[in-house]
């Protein structure tokens, strides 16, 4: 079964600084995809970014970014130029595709909670 | 770009009392979709799998008589949360995906259960 690991549950930065949030995950599949997703107050659910595991070259979404290390089954998201409307949760997931090349549901990490302070 | 629509979003109900959630994608269509719950400060779990014309799929844990299923179209999947208790309360979640392998799901803005 796989596992997705986030070891800080809770992170500050100063407004305009950079932040990385740590993920890991447990594996045995060759191909899979990797999301962070953002869940503020109103606990709505936001992709933030996604990268796919066939693909070398990491994802980037304007301010943020990840650092997808396959081998050492990582997948760490930074966040630059940190602004207030950063503050939330957030949860790395992973999702293997399901029987017949559709999507499977989503694992979910325990979430950081990140606080951008002014 | 593709929506899902979940209601209620907020539901305070007395103990004993049947709550029904429904999940519609309103631009797509989707086979399968995802029910998961949340408890406050915690991470999503994944209740159940809802496929349509099939039999839903719980996870291991997940009373099937106490969380009823129902996928009756391509764009509308209902969670019913039969009889319930105190325990029951916590955040509910839906999603759905667009059904290519790999692209983000599309998720429901969610509903809070608070059972008195």
């Known amino acids: 079964a796989q596992t997705v690991t986030q070891s800080q549950p809770e992170m500050s930065v100063q407004e305009a600084e950079t932040v990385t949030l740590s993920c890991t995950y447990d594996?045995?599949?060759?191909?899979?995809?990797l999301f962070w997703y953002k869940q503020p107050p109103s606990r709505q659910m936001i992709l933030v970014i996604r990268q796919e595991a066939y693909k070398q070259q990491n994802a980037t979404e304007n301010r943020f970014s990840v650092n997808f290390q396959k081998a050492a089954k990582s997948f760490s998201l930074k966040i630059s130029d940190s602004q207030l409307g950063d503050t939330a949760m957030y949860f790395c997931a992973f999702m293997k595709p399901s029987t017949g090349g559709s999507q499977g549901n989503l694992i979910f990490g325990k979430g950081t909670k990140l606080s951008v302070k002014p | 770009g593709a929506v899902v629509s979940q209601h209620p979003s907020r539901v305070i109900c007395k103990s004993g009392t049947s709550v029904k959630i429904e999940c519609r994608s309103l631009?797509?269509?989707?086979?399968?979709m995802f029910w998961y719950r949340q408890f406050p400060k915690q991470s999503l779990m994944l209740m159940a799998t809802?496929?349509?014309?099939?039999?839903?799929?719980?996870e291991q844990g997940v009373e099937k008589d106490k969380f009823l299923i129902n996928h009756a179209s391509l764009t509308l999947s209902t969670l019913t949360v039969t009889s319930a208790h105190p325990e029951d309360s916590s955040f509910y979640i839906c999603s759905a995906p667009t059904g290519f392998a790999g692209q983000p799901q599309h998720f429901g803005d969610g509903t809070r259960l608070s059972i008195l």
């Open positions: 594996t045995s599949e060759s191909n899979y995809y």
């Open positions: 631009d797509f269509q989707a086979t399968t």
């Open positions: 809802s496929n349509e014309g099939s039999k839903a799929t719980y």
